[in-house]
């Protein structure tokens, strides 16, 4: 079974970077789209973007596109979210997701156990 861990979040300051990995285990992870998504305090888990399986294709929503850039490495098994230009309404805590759907924004099968992000000066 498919097994995913997310690592690299932390405390950034505003206009700061950072670079998010999630590991997977178990499996092969280019089998599986892979979505990310966040959960900021007292809002709904949200996708914002994903990486297909079957050729790589990424895709965000419009409040990510051009800060955030979401690849894989098939050799680690890993795929990564870098984020720039970061905002104080990027904080949350950011989830990756294996599962045929997630490039809609819907759950995925199989989830990491979630990362934090804090973006304050």
């Known amino acids: 079974q498919l097994q995913l861990v997310e690592s690299g979040g932390g405390l950034v300051q505003p206009g700061g970077s950072l670079r998010l990995s999630c590991a997977a285990s178990?499996?092969?992870?280019?089998?599986?789209?892979i979505g990310w998504f966040r959960q900021a305090p007292g809002k709904e888990r949200v996708g914002f973007g994903c990486?297909?399986?079957?050729?790589?294709?990424?895709y965000y929503v419009d409040s990510v596109k051009g800060r955030f850039t979401i690849s894989r490495d098939n050799a680690k098994n890993t795929v990564y979210l870098q984020m720039n230009s970061l905002k104080p309404e990027d904080t949350a805590v950011y989830y990756c997701?294996?599962?045929?759907?997630?490039?809609?924004?819907?759950?995925?099968?199989?989830w990491g156990q979630g990362t934090q992000v804090t973006v304050s000066s």
């Open positions: 997701a294996a599962g045929t759907y997630v490039c809609y924004g819907r759950p995925g099968d199989f």
């Open positions: 178990g499996d092969t992870l280019n089998l599986y789209n």
């Open positions: 990486i297909t399986g079957s050729d790589g294709t990424t």
